[in-house]
């Protein structure tokens, strides 16, 4: 089955700056690759996703790039700031099969002011 | 428009007793999946159905965890003789029918937390 795989485990930045968090997947069949956003004691809130059919995608800040053939794909946050702070999650799912997301184990983001 | 709703959102029940969580999905959703959560873990699929029909419980324990879908009211996870290892975060997902595009987008609900004694 899927395994997907997700480092740093955390990150800490200071405001403004840039953070990267990468994923690895196991099952090439996948084509699905949303990313979530966890605050303390809330839900995962969808931020961003991307199909296999592209390879790169860009909303305000945050823009998720995929690399097909190296099976990893990655969520870039430019200008963080403090509310930026959550855990994060990288998920892989095949669209038509089960659809069931397999997700990564997160990755503790802290923005200092 | 809501978004996925759960309840409770805390739980707390002795060994042996039964937890039963409720997931209300989105307007228009017919797509609704349970996760796990552990302390300082990812989520964990559990199950995934559709209105009377579960499509895929391979992430679901074989004994004791069962979960539903009825053609009214909500979708409902239930637990039977909980056992500490059983305390965890459980969310509820939604997503539309399939349409050409959407793929596999899931919303999730608050989670409810189970607190087993």
């Known amino acids: 089955g899927e395994n997907v795989e997700q480092h740093p485990s955390t990150l800490s930045v200071q405001e403004g700056d840039s953070a990267v968090i990468k994923c690895t997947y196991s099952d090439s069949a996948s084509n699905y690759f949303p990313w979530y956003k966890q605050e303390l004691g809330k839900g995962p809130q969808l931020i961003i996703d991307?199909?296999?059919?592209?390879g790169e995608k860009k909303d305000q800040r945050i823009a998720v790039t995929l690399n097909k053939t190296a099976k990893h794909f990655s969520l870039h946050i430019t200008e963080t700031q403090p509310e930026d702070s959550a855990v994060y999650f990288c998920a892989a799912s095949m669209e038509g099969g089960s659809e069931k997301l397999v997700f990564g184990k997160g990755t503790k983001l802290t923005v200092n002011p | 428009n809501a978004g996925v709703m759960q309840n409770p959102r805390h739980l707390v029940r002795r060994r042996g007793q039964e937890a039963r969580l409720r997931c209300s999905p989105m307007k228009g959703h017919s797509h609704v999946y349970w996760y796990r959560q552990l302390p300082e873990e990812g989520l964990k699929f559990m199950v995934y159905l559709q209105k009377e029909n579960i499509i895929d419980e391979s992430g679901m324990p074989k004994e004791r965890f069962s979960a539903e879908f009825p053609k009214e009211g909500p979708s409902i996870l239930r637990i039977q003789q909980v056992v500490r290892g059983d305390s965890a975060a459980y969310f509820c997902?939604?997503?539309?029918?399939?349409?050409?595009?959407?793929?596999?987008?899931?919303?999730f609900g608050p989670g409810t937390r189970l607190t087993v004694l």
């Open positions: 991307i199909r296999s059919n592209v």
């Open positions: 997902a939604s997503s539309p029918p399939g349409v050409a595009g959407t793929g596999n987008e899931q919303f």
